[in-house]
């Protein structure tokens, strides 16, 4: 049986990174968002042995290196199944764009993968399975807007909002993950080394890094609690909830080593504020940078005006965890 399904990219609104940990990961706090730019991916099992990767796109790697053969020699494994495992991809989402893409691939081929194999695995299976090939696959198991802690691999649905329209920015170079952890690692040695340096006269600019993953998850349960509280969810002039989010004051840890490091990522978010974007961020690492928008006709048009100014920039939405499973299985045959 031959499985169809859409695999979603995801942003980061507001992503904190906290100490790096013994095994050289680091804590985070982060709230994911599934939006509907998407690769399609088929999977099929024949007879045979062995994972069959298929892809146009020449950067995407066709070995045992790719995150949809790691998975899926992983079920293949846990489901004790035989056969040859042909799995292709449609790709029109950047890679290395912090855009989560390969992830999203992985995770949409397992379940393509457990379908087409007629062999349902328990999600406590499938959670760690995700989260053995990488901290941001776990989101893709929910979809929606989804808290992200641990080392990104603990998640948790948030409530589903209406869907936001928002406009992605790929600015041409990619930014590689554990290098901007690196970055970031030496960005706070050297501003700790700076503040014990300067003595009790030092400007406490940077707080510790607890103090600051705090401040996500205050903006996040003020939000909450807000929503929560009986009354109604703020719309009309203030426009969508999730905005409301985002305003609340919450960035992302990675730009202060990716901006400096690659100056038209930064172009890029100062382009859409300019184009009208409500609220403006780098997603993960980058190099994408996305808007969000109060109406899907403005950011239509503000992907417009960038794109003819050079920007390789798309108009989309968010995708509600609703919207999410809805449109996940395309076919099935
Ligand atoms: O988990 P994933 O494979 O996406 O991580 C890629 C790399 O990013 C890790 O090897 C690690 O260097 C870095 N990373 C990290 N802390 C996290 C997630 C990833 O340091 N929370």
């Known amino acids: ?129 995700a989260a053995e090939v990488g901290s941001d696959l776990p989101l893709f198991l929910l979809g929606g807007t989804v808290l992200g802690v641990g080392r990104g691999e603990q998640v948790y649905p948030l409530q589903d909002l209406p869907a936001v329209a928002c406009v992605v920015v790929k600015p041409e170079v990619g930014v590689s993950t554990p290098k901007a952890f690196a970055a970031w690692d030496r960005q706070r040695k050297a501003s700790t080394i700076h503040r014990e340096g300067a003595g009790r006269s030092a400007k406490l600019t940077d707080a510790p890094p607890f103090d ?9 349960s003020t939000w909450l609690s807000e929503s929560y509280s009986g009354a109604p969810l703020r719309r009309g002039r203030r426009g969508n ?24 990522v930064s172009e890029a978010k100062d382009a859409l504020v300019r184009s009208g974007a409500k609220y403006a961020s780098l997603s993960g690492s980058g190099s994408t940078v996305y808007g969000l928008f109060t109406a899907k006709e403005e950011a239509r048009k503000a992907a417009g005006r960038l794109s003819s100014m050079g920007w390789a920039a798309q108009a989309t939405a968010t995708v509600t965890r609703r919207e999410y499973w809805k449109k996940f299985l395309v076919s099935s045959f």
């Not at 600051?212 to 996040?220: D, K, Q």
């Not at 905005?243 to 004051?249: I, K, T, Y």
């Not at 840890?253 to 990716?258: A, H, K, M, P, T």
């Open 1 to 129: 049986m031959t499985v169809v399904v859409r695999s979603f990219a995801k942003i980061n609104l507001g992503l904190y990174i906290g100490d790096r940990q013994q095994d050289g990961f680091h804590n985070l706090v982060t709230v994911y968002q599934t939006i509907a730019l998407h690769d399609v991916i088929r999977v099929s099992v024949v007879r045979g042995k062995g994972i069959e990767i298929r892809c146009e796109d020449s950067r995407v790697p066709k070995d045992e290196s790719n995150t949809c053969a790691r998975i899926a020699q992983k079920v293949m494994a846990v489901a004790k199944s035989k056969g040859r495992v042909k799995i292709e991809i449609e790709k029109l989402l950047p890679v290395q764009g912090g855009m989560g893409g390969a992830s999203s691939n992985a995770v949409a081929t397992m379940l393509a993968l457990e379908r087409s194999l007629k062999k349902p695995l328990p999600a406590e299976e499938k959670l760690n399975i």
């Open 241 to 264: 909830p999730l905005l409301e989010l985002v305003r609340a004051g919450i960035k992302n840890d990675f730009e202060e080593v990716v901006f400096p490091e690659y100056p038209e």
């Open 212 to 220: 600051r993953m705090s401040e996500l998850g205050f903006a996040l």
